[in-house]
């Protein structure tokens, strides 16, 4: 199936995702929570989860503004991380929204990363999450990055037909499986050989 087609009016669209890019991709105050060039790909989407096969790759809702985490940010503990604002708390509300009125069936599993962020954006859409360490944000250390998006391709190729996933991770996680830089709140559908099978921000 193709990759469903876009407008690519926005910043967004650099081609190779540099430090640089990774760094402004997570300033939380750079990117709208929904951008300009969004196409309503409802259709396509539901089409496609309730084919299954594939899994949702979403990042995190937004944030309150920064780049990165606070200098005193320690993973179990929610206060010392760069968490969602009030708008980003709304749009994770309205992609679990989404979900429901399309009526699809339940996810075959809900994975995120450590990260409060991630964890938080998953309870309020759906409820639920699974903590998931191949998700976790390697922004401060690419060395990681390898392994774990091989951790994910292997566990994209298990998703049965007529099932999905969703899992709820970070900028770096997702330009790397992709090449793409999403904003937060959106995610890509990729099939279990990890192509891109349609982008949506759930409008």
Sequence with gaps: ???LQLSRQSSFFTGVVTRRDALVGLAASAWPALPVWA????GNVTSLLSSGGCVVVLRHAATVPGVGDPPEFKLDECRTQRNLSDAGQQDARRIGAWFRNSKLPQPRAVLTSAWCRCKDTADL??????VWPALNSTFSDRALQPEQSQLLRQAMAKIPARQFEVWVTHQVNISALTGEVPAMGEAFVLDRKGRVLARTVFV
Excluded at 39 to 42: G, L, N, Q, R, S
Excluded at 125 to 130: Q, R
Aim: hydrophobic share 45%.
């Design 125 to 130: 859409a759906f409820g639920k999450h699974t």
């Design 1 to 3: 199936m193709p990759l």
């Design 39 to 42: 196409a309503d790909v409802t």
